[in-house]
């Protein structure tokens, strides 16, 4: 089964079988997800795996294409759109949100921002407020997510993503109200995501952040 990903990041299910494989247009990951399995424990363990093993082919795919750009990425090609949309679906990845809200509430669940409130509380890096300072005040993100998706991208392309999400994933205890047991940042798993990151700082990324929203 292939499933074509969309710019709104909706085509986007749990996975269940390998191998993975990206066409030539970087449009299509093959037998990833699938959504009719329930949403347990046992289920986010296998989601946490199969993420981690599209991301890895996300990176290495990115890192290729940028080879042909001489590494400067000044556009969301398709391998870079597959990158942000995996790395959003880690992020969302037996995501709660604040236990203050109803746990129903389909908003709560897609407000990341409390994760970015972690990164902020915890980094001492002068950078960051700078980053989050900007993201929430574009005049052309209307939504908390879309707030979250320009807060990454500016982090990307001041090469600081790999930091702040070392810094968020040692945070278990923080991150346990926010997330369910299984989650991928719950799991020890979850320190090879930075160490991902990190392959990227060798690119120089120049995006438009209205592509983002």
């Excluded at 290729?64 to 992020?91: A, D, G, Q």
């Excluded at 890096?125 to 939504?143: F, P």
């Excluded at 707030?147 to 070392?166: E, G, I, S, T």
């Excluded at 923080?174 to 020890?188: F, H, I, N, Q, T």
């Amino acid at each position: 089964m292939d499933l074509i990903l969309d710019d709104n990041n909706k085509n986007l299910f749990t996975m269940k079988k390998m191998p993975f494989s990206l066409n030539s247009e970087g449009r299509s990951l093959s037998s990833l997800f699938n959504s009719n399995e329930p949403n347990n424990s046992d289920n986010l363990i296998i989601e946490q795996q199969n993420l981690l093993c599209v991301f890895k082919l996300v990176v290495k795919d990115l890192l290729n294409l940028s080879l042909k750009h001489e590494r400067l990425m000044e556009k969301e090609y398709f391998p870079l759109k597959h990158f942000f949309i995996v790395f959003e679906h880690i992020l969302l990845h037996g995501y709660t949100g604040k236990k203050s809200f109803a746990m129903s509430s389909s908003s709560n669940r897609k407000d990341l921002w409390p994760i970015i409130d972690i990164i902020s509380r915890k980094s001492t890096d002068t950078h960051l407020s700078e980053i989050s300072t900007s993201s929430k005040e574009m005049t052309n993100v209307r939504t908390p997510l879309g707030r979250v998706r320009a807060w990454l991208r500016l982090a990307l392309m001041q090469k600081h993503l790999a930091d702040y999400f070392k810094i968020l994933v040692e945070q278990k205890e923080e991150l346990k109200e926010l997330y369910e047991r299984g989650a991928l940042l719950l799991s020890d798993e979850s320190i090879i995501i930075p160490g991902l990151l990190v392959g990227l700082n060798v690119l120089d990324f120049n995006l438009c952040l209205r592509e983002a929203t």
